[in-house]
């Protein structure tokens, strides 16, 4: 029952912004991640991503993503990772100004009652070329339940992310996010989701709201 009652949420959910998302300007996420197991204590991975916005028609974003992933206990993770990014400027012109992100993310995680909590706390060093460097501190809170509904085993989950850049002392993105993943065999799992955005327009009180729909891919190796 239970099982039942997460999957028609998640089904109204989505069901009900999905309209919203085609209604104006749709983004799109993309992510792709290769993972493998060093052994019982490390992994390493790598993760290209890109965006699309303007109702999913236009790239303007792509990063590659590098790091380990340290399992220190059943109930703590520990990564370090670097991404290399670029975007396109207001013009519509890919920015020719290097963005290279080190980061540092400490992740406390528990299960209860067969809900996965977990808590990623991530600290990043932003390198802008022409631009100010800068810290941004992001906090991922997610809550995921492994659901099965006959033969067919997927988890759901739910999870919000805030940013806070230290450069403005203020709090400037938040994404919440609803979706799913599904282990299609030992070495591959897919995933969808819907995530609202609200992102805030420089320092001032005004917070723009975009809607995004992503979907991932991991295999393992």
């Known amino acids: ?67 380990a992933t340290y399992h220190a206990h059943k109930n703590l993770d520990l990564s370090l990772a670097s991404r290399f990014l670029q975007t396109k400027d207001s013009k519509g012109k890919w920015d020719t100004d290097t963005y290279y992100v080190p980061e540092m993310i400490i992740i406390p995680k528990v299960t209860v009652r067969g809900f996965n909590l977990s808590d990623a706390n991530k600290f990043e060093y932003r390198v802008i070329e022409n631009a100010t460097d800068r810290w941004v501190y992001r906090n991922l809170a997610t809550i995921a339940y492994p659901t099965k509904i006959g033969n067919f085993e997927f988890t759901p989950y739910v999870s919000d992310e805030i940013y806070y850049d230290f450069e403005i ?47 991932n891919i991991t295999i393992d190796f």
């Open 1 to 67: 029952m239970k099982s039942a009652a997460l999957v028609l949420v998640l089904v109204m959910v989505v069901s009900f912004v999905a309209s919203d998302v085609f209604a104006g300007d749709g983004k799109y996420y993309s992510e792709f991640a290769l993972k493998h197991k060093v052994n019982d204590k490390f992994d390493v991975f790598f993760t290209p991503e890109m965006r699309l916005n303007d109702d999913m028609g236009n790239l303007y974003y792509y990063s590659l993503r590098g790091g």
């Open 169 to 215: 002392n203020k709090m400037n993105l938040n994404w919440a996010t609803i979706g799913a993943n599904k282990k299609i065999t030992k070495n591959l799992t897919v995933g969808l989701y819907y995530r609202n955005e609200a992102s805030r327009k420089g320092v001032t009180s005004t917070w723009v709201t975009n809607n995004i729909l992503g979907s």
